[in-house]
């Protein structure tokens, strides 16, 4: 009986393991092909707005740029990180699960791809993709990189929400924010601004809060797209940066956590911090 039941839970280990390492392989695939797509986008020339000089900026945002800003614009096509944080897995309450996660983000032009894996139980993850490629919203989470738990791309609302994250995550890469055909800049008052990023039919605007040495600290819009069960729901949303530190003579937030701000009250549902952020041709 115990060799027999030995054999059995050696049987089931075996076909976890299996279940697993096909799991990982279907997901690599896709992460590789969505790569691919990110990498063939072609890269649009750097355009800045002529009519516009820095002392024209709202003043808030002189004082960041001016803070952040590499003395010449990278000539990087991509910019590639690490983060590690945790998550709320529930919609309803709270339940935290750790995650970590590569991104590669475009900076000719809006794009990334965000590639976690969420840690559930010890042994069972949740794989999720989060992009946006050439004006499309991309949204899948499997479990074990096999079963479907999201599939959600092209929807309406989802293309307008992944953009908003490309453009709140500038605080890694300022520069693409510089004013230009595709950037304008709104003053507000003197610790906030407003930004409107355009790509092809979609007009983004979202208001950026600055502290008091000019370092970006928040980044809200009033209707980000939630997903509430398959359907994308416009929602107040904000994302806060924190534990600035130099970066190859940059200052850049190490730290960040995105809530929703729901009527009974305030949501965040993402915690991380970069472990590692490099540029790459």
């Known amino acids: ?17 299996a279940l697993t390492l096909r799991g990982r392989w279907r997901w690599q695939r896709s992460s590789t092909a969505l790569l691919g797509r990110l990498r063939a986008t072609p890269m649009l020339p750097a355009s800045l707005d002529d009519d516009t000089t820095a002392e024209s900026l709202p003043a808030p945002v002189q004082r960041w740029f001016a803070q952040v800003l590499p003395a010449q614009t990278p000539s990087a096509r991509t910019l590639r990180l690490r983060h590690r944080g945790e998550f709320n897995t529930r919609t309803n ?7 970590s996660a590569v991104q590669t983000v475009l900076l000719s032009q809006p794009g990334f791809v965000w590639d976690a894996r969420i840690r559930m139980f010890p042994g069972l993850a949740v794989h999720v993709h989060d992009a946006y490629l050439d004006g499309e919203g991309i949204l899948r989470a499997r ?43 709104t003053a507000v ?7 409107t990023v355009h790509d092809g039919p979609l007009s983004i605007t979202l208001r950026f809060g600055f502290d008091a040495g000019g370092l970006l600290r928040s980044v809200r819009s009033d209707a980000r797209g939630r997903s509430v069960g398959g359907v994308i729901v416009p929602t107040p949303w904000e994302g806060l940066w924190s534990d600035y530190r130099k970066v190859d003579g940059r200052l850049l937030p190490m730290a960040g956590e995105v809530a929703w701000l729901l009527p009974e009250g305030r949501k965040p549902y993402w915690r991380g911090a970069v472990a590692e952020l490099s540029l790459q041709p």
Do not use: Q, S
Request: glycine share 8%.
């Open 93 to 99: 309450g709270e339940r935290w699960a750790p995650f």
């Open 189 to 195: 008052d003197e610790t906030h601004a407003d930004v």
């Open 1 to 17: 009986m115990i060799k027999l039941l030995l054999f059995v839970l050696a049987a089931l280990l075996a076909g976890w393991i």
């Open 143 to 185: 479990l074990l990189g096999l079963v479907p738990l999201a599939d959600l791309a092209d929807r309406e609302g989802l293309a307008e929400g992944e953009l908003m994250r490309w453009i709140a995550e500038a605080a890694w890469y300022p520069w693409v924010l510089l004013p230009g055909p595709r950037v304008r800049w």
